[in-house]
């Protein structure tokens, strides 16, 4: 099936069997009735099992531009064990685009499991020593990957920029319940950016850093909302004590709530960003945070039964 996209794009999106409106699930637990709060969950990682989440929220007007703009290749930055990378691979496999990875640090034979998944589904993958990556959006870094690869369609690491943005600010519109608060995992603040644009009045929506010290993300949610052209309404702010230690951290707590949470909704939380978020969801109930009667949305990208 065709149906009309962002930018007159045909998204072909029975070819992909991309499930949006994607589903809310109240989340029955004791530690939320005894506090008279409703729970629910987004479940954004129900999308599509290789585009899921705000991967696919980010990238679709993304692609919209890049077919657009005559772009046969799409060329993005990631580590390792980007989700970005994997979704960024999996999007060139079913829309027909070439992909380029350009992976930070040197290459390691053989490929871990999520870069062998992402040369699988055709992406071809480069890399950049450290320093150099730390400069990645330079025009001389740049203009070297265009003479190496030729043109493509540049999306930065992580896929958030202001089309993105207008990607997740589509989100809160499929919610067909009145709700008081949205919560979302932040890493480079796009989500974020694009839910809160997305908000009705008096809802509010809180990001959770999954990196330490990041006090440079609350200007950059701003800038993404600026550049997306959409009003930065106020309505929003990022919690910063739940990173477990930084980026890609975790500890015997974090180990603990994941198993926990798993023995008692049979979902197992990714963990890098929605595990993190979700403990401090569940940490700023029991403190009181939200008033009896306040109804939780969770913004839930990744998790497996």
Not at 140 to 149: A, C, N
């Amino acid at each position: 099936m065709t149906v009309p996209g962002p930018l007159g794009w045909p998204r072909w999106v029975g070819k992909l069997d991309v499930r949006v409106p994607s589903p809310c699930d109240e989340l029955r637990d004791d530690r939320v009735t005894r506090r008279n709060v409703r729970l629910f969950l987004k479940r954004d990682d129900l999308i599509h099992p290789e585009i899921s989440g705000n991967k696919w929220r980010k990238l679709d007007h993304n692609l919209a531009a890049a077919a657009d703009g005559g772009h046969q290749a799409i060329l993005t930055f990631g580590g390792a064990y980007s989700n970005h990378i994997r979704a960024v691979a999996a999007a060139g496999h079913y829309f027909g685009f070439r992909s380029i990875g350009v992976i930070r640090g040197e290459e390691r034979l053989p490929l871990n499991w999520s870069l062998a998944y992402a040369v699988s589904r055709g992406m071809k993958l480069a890399y950049l020593d450290r320093i150099t990556y730390r400069h990645k959006t330079s025009t001389e870094v740049i203009e070297r990957l265009r003479e190496q690869h030729g043109d493509f369609y540049l999306l930065p690491e992580g896929g958030s920029n202001n089309l993105a943005v207008l990607g997740c600010a589509e989100l809160p519109a499929e919610i067909s319940f009145d709700f008081d608060i949205i919560c979302c995992p932040c890493g480079t603040g796009g989500t974020l950016a694009g839910i809160a644009a997305g908000l009705g009045r008096a809802q509010t929506a809180i990001g959770f850093s999954a990196l330490k010290g990041c006090c440079s993300l609350e200007a950059r949610v701003t800038e993404l909302q600026r550049e997306a052209g959409v009003v930065d309404g106020g309505n929003w702010t990022i919690d910063h004590d739940f990173h477990f230690g930084g980026f890609a951290r975790r500890t015997s707590e974090l180990e603990g709530f994941i198993e926990d949470f798993k023995r008692r909704h049979g979902l197992a939380l990714e963990r890098v960003y929605v595990a993190k978020m979700m403990y401090g969801v569940f940490a700023r109930l029991e403190r009181g945070d939200w008033p009896p009667g306040a109804v939780v949305q969770h913004f839930l990208s990744y998790a497996l039964r």
